[in-house]
Each structure stands twice: as C-alpha cells, then as structure tokens.
C-alpha cells in the first residue's frame, strides 16, 4: 500500500521568500514521486517527478523537490516566491514497476504569496 | 495539439438526473483515466482504462459507468445523480497502456481542465 501525506494543507509566504511545501510518502516499495501544480479553475500541471536518477529533481517555475529515503520525504522548494506562484500544490506517489493507475495523491497544499 | 479536453466545464443536475461527461485526448496515449476531487481530499481515482475496450474501477466507482469509445475518447455517465456526486471530476491520459510497466520509469498522467459539477 502506498500513501502520501502533505503536512500544512495552507501556507503562506511572502513575495520573494523561500517556498517549502512538505511531502511524506508511505510506500511498501521505494516508489516514483510527483508534484503536481493546480492554478485557480484549472486541471493539473506536472512540475517535476523522482524517478531514482537523481535524488534533486529540478522542475518547471524554479521549483525543485528532493528525494530523502531515510526521512521518506520529497519536499518541494523554490528560492523566491513570485506572485504567479499561488496555486493549489499535490504530491503523488507511484510504486517502482508501477504504472501510472496506480498513482496516490496527497490532500493538497494552498500556496499563498503575500505582496 | 489540444492535449486533454472536457465537456461540459460546469453542469447543475437535480437528483436523479443523468448526464455523461466527455473526455477526449489528442496525444495518442493508451490510458485513460476519470478522478474527482473533493475539498481537503486530493484527487481520487473513480475508473480508468489501460486500452480501448477495457475499464477499470478504481478508489470510488460506485454510481458512475464509464465507457472507452476508442482510442481518444473516455466518457464518464452518472445514471442516477446524487449531492454526494457534487465534486470537480479530472480526465487524464497517460502513454502506456495495458503492459506498460518499467522498472527503469515511470508513466505521466496528463489532465484536463475539469468539469465542475453540482447535483442539488
């Protein structure tokens, strides 16, 4: 079984702060990890995945997220806030073979920039 | 290319309405799915289909059909629409498809913009 827990489901940061949402995942099998990006009225929009290349995967909008074995942990962090950053955030979890059916997500994250 | 569409964008129905929502992706992807999100639930998934003509229940299948009417195409039918049935429902499409499955990768899930859907 696999799960995924985002701790914080809001978090606000001022413009030009360091963003850091947090990911845990369960996983009975080491797994592939994604983060996804929800702007307001829209679908999602994948923003990097962990396929066990590299354990810091850099992702569109200057986010990156790094993948922790020892604390099961891929949070998703960028520099500097920008306005254009407020957005839904969900993490997701696939076991390694798996395919994309199988894939878990998080309850989400609401990212507010503050001017 | 369009990637994944959805009609309708937003829909009210009485209880006991039926109606189907439609998918329909441009990217030549072999799988095909239907999710629904709720507030504070993350996005779960209520059928999916790895190849034209097959389909799966997934987390939350009950009171909808689905049909996979080929390759583009995925529709979801709620036959008998109930409140607990108000939620965004998400399609989205992935490239592999009923043997897709590495252990050197991983599939990506591509969505759709949503429907928003009321049942009163």
């Known amino acids: 079984a696999q799960s995924v827990t985002q701790l914080g489901s809001h978090v606000s940061v001022s413009e030009g702060a360091l963003v850091l949402l947090r990911c845990n995942y369960s996983?009975?099998?080491?797994?592939?990890l994604f983060w996804y990006v929800q702007y307001p009225n829209q679908g999602l929009q994948l923003l990097l995945k962990?396929?066990?290349?590299?354990?810091l995967v850099k992702g569109i909008n200057g986010f990156e997220a790094e993948f922790k074995k020892s604390e099961t942990s891929f949070h998703l962090t960028k520099p500097s806030a920008h306005m254009s950053d407020a957005a839904e955030y969900f993490c997701?979890?696939?076991?390694?073979?798996?395919?994309?059916?199988?894939?878990?997500f998080g309850s989400g994250t609401q990212l507010t920039v503050l001017p | 290319n369009a990637g994944v569409t959805q009609t309708p964008k937003f829909q009210v129905l009485k209880t006991g309405q039926s109606m189907t929502l439609q998918c329909a992706q441009d990217?030549?992807?072999?799988?095909m799915y239907w999710y629904r999100q709720d507030p504070g639930m993350g996005l779960r998934l209520i059928y999916y289909?790895?190849?034209?003509?097959?389909?799966d229940k997934g987390e939350v299948p009950n009171g909808y059909n689905v049909s996979r009417l080929n390759k583009r195409e995925f529709s979801l039918r709620l036959e008998s629409a109930a409140p607990s049935q108000t939620s965004v429902y998400f399609c989205?499409?992935?490239?592999?498809?009923?043997?897709?499955?590495?252990?050197?990768?991983?599939?990506?899930?591509?969505f759709g913009p949503g429907t928003r859907l009321t049942v009163l």
């Open positions: 989205a499409s992935s490239e592999w498809g009923l043997f897709g499955s590495r252990e050197d990768s991983t599939d990506t899930q591509y």
């Open positions: 996983s009975s099998v080491p797994p592939y």
């Open positions: 962990y396929t066990s290349a590299a354990t």
């Open positions: 997701a979890v696939s076991p390694y073979g798996g395919s994309a059916r199988q894939l878990t």
């Open positions: 990217m030549n992807h072999n799988s």
């Open positions: 289909s790895a190849s034209e003509g097959t389909t």
